[in-house]
């Protein structure tokens, strides 16, 4: 079995000892049980991870002793995806699975066709829980690096994204370049627009033509808005050499 993976504050993570408390240690000792001798690995979600063992386990605290220190480098190109709002918990499913799939960066992108809109106190909300997605399913795929999840972005401010970017395009099902066919650099952003259920409007299109982006297809068959980031970011990883 891997070492589970949790969050802990950057100035611990340099000493030879200390107690794990809060809402990550209450979770390693109530949730996932763990006792002196096992092992885990800690992390400051910027890269810096370290190897540890549990002395001490309390009722909702440990006490662990660090074995080995190393940093993880970021993975180059970075890869962002602009995620159209999808109906209901389909966010939360697409957020979870493009952790996982290793995207750096997901915005949220409130498109011209969404159904769902985040306003008011529903916005900071819906916010507050996809970043929660994303810490839990970063820690649980062993990310030593969080996604980021931005603030809801409007047409202009993803244009200006796309404008950039080392690379920019739009998934749209009416593309004649496939995804797997595009020259992609070494380095920078690569920026990847997913619209939601009613698809990407046409001035929207225009705007990240525009921008440089390019319209590319993904296959033959047309994903749902919550898996269509996922599989991009597979072609993507792969292409890249990330995986």
Not at 20 to 37: D, K, N, S, T, W
Not at 88 to 114: K, N, Q, S, Y
Not at 181 to 209: M, T, Y
Request: aromatic content about 4%; overall charge neutral; hydrophobic content about 45%.
């Amino acid at each position: 079995m891997t070492a589970p993976v949790f969050l802990a504050d950057p100035a611990d993570l340099g000493r030879e000892g200390f107690t794990l408390a809060g809402p990550e240690g209450r979770h390693a000792a109530a949730v996932r049980r763990l006792r002196a001798g096992e092992r885990l690995d800690l992390t400051d979600g910027a890269g810096a991870v370290a190897e540890c063992v549990v002395d001490d386990a309390g009722k909702d605290s440990l006490r662990v002793r660090v074995l080995r220190r190393y940093e993880v480098p970021a993975p180059r190109p970075r890869l962002v995806v602009v995620q159209g709002l999808p109906k209901g918990d389909r966010g939360e499913l697409a957020v979870e699975m493009m952790t996982e799939a290793g995207v750096d960066v997901i915005v949220p992108w409130a498109a011209a066709r969404c159904v769902t809109q985040w306003k008011g106190e529903r916005a900071a909300r819906s916010l507050a829980r996809w970043r929660s997605t994303a810490r839990e399913a970063a820690k649980q795929s062993r990310r030593f690096h969080l996604p980021e999840v931005t603030d809801p972005a409007r047409t202009a401010e993803v244009a200006a994204l796309l404008s950039a970017a080392a690379l920019g395009v739009v998934l749209h099902e009416e593309a004649a370049s496939p995804l797997s066919g595009l020259p992609l650099p070494a380095d920078g952003d690569i920026v990847v627009v997913v619209g939601p259920e009613g698809g990407v409007s046409e001035e929207e299109i225009a705007a990240f033509r525009a921008a440089g982006a390019a319209p590319v297809l993904l296959g033959p068959t047309v994903l749902r808005t919550s898996t269509a980031g996922v599989a991009a970011a597979a072609v993507l990883q792969a292409r890249t050499g990330r995986w």
